[in-house]
């Protein structure tokens, strides 16, 4: 995809991510062209970081007009993959995974929690808010084939993380969204975001503490 | 607090909260002393950065013995403020918000949610799971106040986040864990930290749209 030889930063891909987002609001707002100054500042960037960021992957903006809102939007949801729907499997079904799966923001911007999973004999067969029904882990892999489940979401205990790594890696499942308070590893090629909840309460501890 | 003049980077803040979970763990596993070498293993990074990043502080490691867990762990908690327990307020009592105030890994390292608000009279007075009873927003300044609460957490829907912050920082409260998907601004002095699941996601989209 990317136009440049070479991996393109993951900053990058995190800063469209964060364009495609404002791009979106100005899209409801019914705004057709944005400058670059001014989507510059709705991200809290430079405009130079934004034109740098789209070089990646061609040319985007008119010189003296900036950029067509409609336009952009359209080719970065290309770009990232948010012109389709991702189904999501998620692993470990306590207050956390309920709230995630159910959590609307989510499947409102294409990514649809599909099946979940627990190891809980008391939950299975229960049905969360939004109307999935909690399979057990020994269903995992079959599921996850037959509903092309390809991001996998771990909202277990730390404890159990590593192996509801493990069960989605061998699916296969390439990409993985870690809620659980721990380290995993993975094979090469597989990716994983963990959303580390401590290390954001710890700098803004720090913050008050270094006052 | 730091040693070094200047402001020390938020990455080193990060890491430093790093360390100190590898650190618990050892601590659990009753390992006393860890390699400089072992250590930077166990956290992905290299000997180097560890002792650049603890240089901002002091001097921590023993040449030819590596950190003392014990020691180093209680000196990184001092750091952070994790020797002490932070009441934190939430704002936005949804399935999400609920999950949060009752997730037992904040509590577990000193997070401590003391209050929880919200706007829906139907929600007012009711009990979470964990206990707290939800009160009206318009308690929030008062009651803040009243239990010491400098952390908010905030919850909303992405069109609420920036009034709610507002509150937080009238109260004032100067660190916010922002979980709404919104940009939102504070006055300087305010830190946010912000739970970006839409950012997590499409990086991993875009792993597996770019392959």
């Known amino acids: 995809m990317p136009l440049k030889s070479g991996r393109v930063p993951p900053a990058t891909i995190t800063r469209l991510s964060l364009y495609a987002r404002r791009l979106e609001e100005l899209k409801t707002a ?26 990646y992957f061609g040319e985007f ?5 900036g950029y067509y ?13 948010l012109n389709r729907v991702w189904n999501l499997g998620l692993v470990g079904v306590g207050n956390l995974g309920t709230a995630l799966a159910c959590y609307e923001n989510f499947s409102k ?4 929690f599909s099946a979940a999973f627990d190891n809980d004999p ?12 909690i399979e057990p882990v020994e269903r995992l892999i079959a599921t996850c084939r037959e509903l092309d489940i390809e991001i996998g979401a771990v909202a277990t ?4 993380a590593q192996e509801a790594v493990d069960l989605l890696v061998s699916v296969p499942v390439r990409a993985i969204l870690n ?16 959303v580390d ?3 954001h309460l710890d700098r803004l501890a720090y913050h008050l503490t270094s006052r």
């Open 61 to 65: 903006g008119v010189r003296g007009v």
């Open 179 to 194: 809620f659980a308070p721990a380290q995993v590893q993975v094979p090469e090629g597989v990716e994983v975001a963990s």
């Open 157 to 160: 205990p730390a404890e159990r």
């Open 122 to 133: 008391r939950k299975i067969g229960t049905k969360l808010p939004c109307g999935l029904i």
């Open 69 to 81: 809102v409609e336009e952009l939007l359209f080719q970065i949801h290309k770009i990232i993959g």
């Open 197 to 199: 909840f401590a290390g």
């Open 109 to 112: 911007r294409g990514y649809l």
């Open 30 to 55: 019914r705004t057709t062209v944005v400058s670059s100054d001014r989507l510059a500042s709705l991200c809290q960037v430079n405009p130079a970081q934004i034109r740098k960021d789209l070089t």
